[in-house]
């Protein structure tokens, strides 16, 4: 199996920055894509940003310009850098990966993980 632990979440004023950590363990062979989703109350879980093996980005319309997602691949962890908050970017941050990991008899399977989820709370 392949874990997700997410950190680096809290409360921060309006205009603030904080930098979101995420890194994957288990028996894992590739991870593939990575990247950051958020869901606030009584709302439906959003893509917030993306990265490719091949470093190759995504980001909602909503964060670019403010958010940058980078990811170390030796270590299977990505990163999400949040600046110039806004309270409407309040919402749980759940991190999520794919990609192969190792499976019995030496044959690989693929995976797609999800992390417990992150508190970011923007004051105004």
């Known amino acids: 199996q392949v874990q997700l632990v997410e950190s680096g979440g809290g409360l921060v004023q309006a205009g603030g920055s904080l930098r979101l950590s995420c890194a994957a363990s288990g028996t894992i062979f590739s991870v593939s894509n990575m990247g950051w989703y958020r869901q606030a109350p009584e709302k439906q879980r959003e893509l917030v940003a993306t990265?490719?093996?091949?470093?190759?980005?995504n980001y909602a319309d909503s964060v670019k310009g403010r958010f940058t997602i980078s990811r170390d691949s030796a270590k299977n962890t990505v990163y999400l850098q949040m600046n110039s908050l806004k309270p409407e970017d309040t919402a749980v941050y759940y991190c999520?990966?794919?990609?192969?990991?190792?499976?019995?008899?030496?044959?690989?399977?693929?995976?797609?993980?999800w992390g417990q989820g992150t508190q970011v709370t923007v004051s105004s």
């Open positions: 999520h990966a794919d990609g192969f990991e190792h499976n019995k008899g030496g044959t690989m399977k693929k995976f797609d993980s």
């Open positions: 990265i490719t093996s091949g470093l190759i980005t």
